[in-house]
């Protein structure tokens, strides 16, 4: 349905002075009237005030893309003459019992429920990265518990490591390790696969032709991208 009441119908609202809310929280006074800003300027605003009028990265969910993000591009270039952003990476939903986890659809899972039913944040993160962001990724109970067990593992392994290299000399660079590593950054810069990225970490892990020390080198620095607690676990 077409406004009539806008000079173009591809027009959105940057400054409203009427809210659907009978009691309007956040209001100021413009030259507009009192009131506030629309939510695509509110962003635009933001973004410009704390990481300046370019910056690289701007994440959302894909439901942003066709109306929110689209605006915010075209308001921020608009206003700079540039373009705003270097990379949009737009995450796919979360879903649940075949439909799309949201708080207004009443299945939200929140971290402070999944700590009552014994995971760690760790642990959902874990979860996540089980999927590429791209890709919609089926939450589940069973999911969770798979998650909290390959964790504990990993964790488990990172902590013999280090018992079994402690006091040895710094490793020397092993190729096999140094190869590993070299592929975990491909899959990185391959549009953030980690999915992949964890495969060849756990091919790391299972490969009995690397030495504790070198492994564990290579293994702490997967964690400072992949931040899931292995540099906690050998310390």
């Not at 962003?43 to 689209?70: K, Q």
């Amino acid at each position: 349905q077409v406004d009539d009441n806008k000079r173009s119908p591809h027009d959105f609202g940057l400054w409203f002075t009427k809210s659907k809310f009978e009691r309007q929280a956040m209001l100021w006074d413009s030259p507009w009237g009192r009131g506030y800003p629309g939510w695509h300027i509110e962003c635009s605003a933001m973004s410009m005030r704390y990481l300046g009028e370019r910056f690289d990265i701007h994440c959302g969910g894909v439901d942003h893309i066709p109306v929110h993000h689209t605006n915010e591009i075209a308001q921020s270039d608009g206003a700079t003459g540039a373009p705003c952003v270097r990379y949009w990476v737009h995450g796919e939903f979360l879903v649940i019992d075949g439909a799309r986890m949201a708080k207004s659809g009443g299945n939200l899972a929140t971290l402070s429920e999944l700590a009552e039913r014994g995971f760690e944040p760790l642990d959902y993160r874990f979860f996540c990265l089980g999927a590429h962001y791209r890709a919609q990724h089926t939450f589940s109970e069973e999911g969770m518990v798979a998650a909290r067990a390959a964790r504990r593992r990993l964790l488990d392994r990172a902590t013999e490591l280090a018992e079994l290299s402690a006091g040895a000399e710094p490793p020397g660079p092993e190729e096999r390790a140094e190869e590993a590593w070299r592929e975990f950054r491909r899959h990185v810069r391959d549009d953030l696969h980690m999915p992949r990225c964890l495969a060849t970490l756990w091919g790391l892990v299972k490969d009995p032709r690397v030495g504790a020390a070198a492994k564990l080198d290579v293994l702490k620095r997967m964690d400072r991208i992949l931040a899931v607690g292995i540099e906690q676990a050998a310390a």
